[in-house]
């Protein structure tokens, strides 16, 4: 039994419509100790995407640098988030393996 449940963006707003392998989207992570998390996250191939858009708007001195999302996955994907979750809480709370821009917040 997992100790989270999650709200997964490309499942509330307009499912269906997202490219599970080359977008990016938010997450939210319940604890069932009371502990939630935001989470921005990217799949590997939206990260040229954005590069390129960046490239021909003029965004981050034209793509010369990106600020990294909170997670990085190979797929937007229930199976996929669950299991990428699970690990990391394997691993340790998410506020100590993910980067630095993680907290977690317990007065919401």
């Known amino acids: 039994m997992k100790d989270f449940e999650l709200w997964l963006e490309f499942e509330a707003v307009d499912p269906g419509n997202w490219d599970v392998t080359n977008d990016f989207c938010n997450i939210h992570v319940q604890m069932k ?17 954005i590069v390129e858009f960046d490239q021909k708007n ?4 034209n793509g010369l640098y990106q600020i990294p999302p ?31 821009s993680i907290i977690s917040r317990t007065d919401i």
């Open 33 to 49: 100790d009371g502990r939630e998390y935001g989470i921005n996250v990217w799949t590997y191939n939206v990260l040229t995407k």
């Open 58 to 61: 003029g965004n981050n001195l």
């Open 70 to 100: 909170d997670l990085f996955v190979k797929e937007l994907t229930r199976d996929c988030i669950e299991k990428t979750i699970q690990d990391l809480l394997d691993i340790d709370d998410l506020e100590k393996v993910l980067n630095t």
